[in-house]
């Protein structure tokens, strides 16, 4: 079966609606997915891209109703992993001697799937064109590492379409073939999770290579993806919305996930997440637990927020395995401009929480102080999992909020991590200084100055040290005011 696209062109790809993993087991494709080839039919025959290796049968049998093969005069492939080269073997079969247009990087992985280094492989490089005849060019640009390195576009001159291959798609399998025939929002979710778990790590590259074909100033009337729909009505959607996701992309939005082996963490995530919501109504909020969610959409929801927070019990004094794979998944995807906060329960040792914040630190996020509970929270470590909220919420916040209200914390179970490895130091009562004295962060040696304030804490010029809010951390170090003593301003700047 064919799928009239634009004048001479036709999809002859494969829809797949049972596909539930890719890569593996590492993508699940809960929408399916189809692999789209196009048959162009000008002054030249020409097949671009084919469809995944277990549908070579079936894609051949099926081209060969639509055309007699031998009459192909090009193959194009813009990518050699298995799901659009896949059925090479079986068509090359037919047609041993057609010439194979791909990158000069695509004839070595096409090579090592299929093992037919005779095959007549005419490697392109950006600009290059080909001359399929009615006035009419195919003009390549090759698109390293979005996704595989021998990846690359083709355009097709005068009909000014775009066959993109993986950028633009999305695992989303439905009987219509165009954008405007379809739930756009079951789409754009399926173009954002293929974008936050696969080309999330390429970002860089996104932003340049598309300015790069913006450059050319060439028209686009559709975008002819290999997986998914093929971008009809505004075409250039997609692009602008790869545009924004490459820009260091976030909301709103703060996400945290957790594995529990007691449920004491699980208590944690849900006080935490009160906290946040308490000073900011406004953030959306989401809490997963990574044994039992889907992995991709946890993935695609921290590639939406602005924070997120990890947390896990301490078992043989490391991470869950769970929550450690995830961070290593996380690492690889190289998310950037989030922030990110530890947390976890712990019986005797509490190593999973410095071994989570370390991971994070490593992965590029910019971390906040952690948090440790120990056994069960009780009312008071739940209070202050509350409190840790708040404060988090208030350091994260990408907008004014409220003025904190005074709080009462206890540390009897719970302890902000990084103040752990200290000696407990006395905060010095409210009437032993004067209202103008200045603190010194001994830890960092930031100096509070009263006639300052700390605006970014909502502390307004002209606050005494003792009317600071107890949640206040230093914005040098993130530790809290325990680690202040008094000074004068002169001699501590
Ligand atoms: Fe759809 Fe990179 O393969």
Not at 193 to 206: E, H
Not at 268 to 280: F, K, P, R, S, T
Not at 337 to 354: E, L, Q
């Amino acid at each position: 079966m064919s799928i009239h696209v634009k004048n001479n062109i036709h999809w002859v790809g494969q829809r797949d609606w049972e596909v539930r993993d890719f890569h593996g087991t590492e993508y699940k494709t809960h929408k399916g997915t189809s692999y789209n080839s196009y048959l162009i039919r000008e002054g030249k025959n020409v097949l671009i891209d084919t469809v995944d290796h277990k549908f070579s049968r079936e894609f051949v049998q099926n081209l060969a109703a639509e055309i007699d093969l031998a009459s192909i005069d090009f193959v194009v492939i813009n990518h050699a992993e298995e799901d659009h080269a896949g059925a090479l073997t079986e068509l090359m079969a037919r047609i041993p001697d057609t010439p194979i247009y791909c990158t000069h990087n695509a004839i070595d992985s096409i090579t090592g799937h299929h093992h037919h280094p005779e095959w007549n492989f005419q490697p392109v490089k950006t600009g290059d064109s080909l001359d399929i005849g009615n006035g009419k060019q195919l003009v390549f640009i090759e698109t390293p590492m979005l996704h595989w390195p021998d990846s690359m576009m083709t355009y097709m001159t005068e009909d000014a379409v775009l066959f993109s291959n993986d950028a633009f798609g999305q695992h989303y399998c439905d009987e219509h073939l165009f954008n405007d025939e379809v739930d756009q929002t079951e789409l754009m979710e399926q173009c954002q999770r293929y974008y936050a778990n696969i080309l999330t790590p390429f970002s860089p590259l996104v932003t340049a290579k598309i300015k790069e074909v913006l450059g050319f100033n060439l028209p686009v009337s559709m975008v002819a993806t290999s997986h998914g729909i093929v971008w009809r009505e505004d075409p250039t959607q997609i692009i602008l919305k790869y545009l924004e996701w490459a820009d260091q992309y976030q909301e709103d939005r703060i996400t945290l996930f957790y594995d529990s082996m007691s449920n004491n963490t699980r208590m944690m995530a849900d006080a935490i997440a009160q906290g946040i919501h308490e000073v900011d109504p406004g953030v959306a909020v989401k809490i997963f637990n990574v044994a039992r969610h889907d992995k991709n959409e946890i993935l695609t929801q921290v590639f939406r927020s602005k924070g997120i927070l990890v947390g896990s019990s301490t078992m043989n004094n490391v991470m869950m395995p769970k929550v450690a794979g995830m961070l290593e998944e996380i690492t690889g995807l190289r998310f950037r401009n989030k922030r990110a906060s530890a947390f976890g329960s712990y019986g005797w040792t509490g190593g999973a929480v410095d071994r989570i914040q370390t991971r994070l630190m490593d992965a590029g996020f910019d971390i906040s102080i952690s948090l440790k509970a120990k056994w069960r929270p009780d009312g008071s470590a739940l209070a202050e999992c509350r409190e840790h909220g708040r404060r988090l919420a208030r350091q994260w916040a990408l907008h004014p909020l409220e003025a904190p209200r005074p709080i009462t914390t206890t540390q009897a179970t719970v302890v902000p991590a990084p103040v752990m490895a200290k000696a407990p130091q006395a905060t010095p009562a409210a009437g032993e200084w004067d209202d103008g004295q200045a603190m010194l962060c001994t830890v960092c040696q930031w100096v509070y100055d009263p006639a300052l304030g700390e605006p970014d804490q909502l502390v307004a010029p002209g606050t005494p040290w003792a009317q600071v809010p107890d949640s206040f951390l230093c914005p040098g170090c993130g530790i809290g005011k325990e680690v202040f003593e008094p000074c004068a301003v002169e001699a501590c700047v």
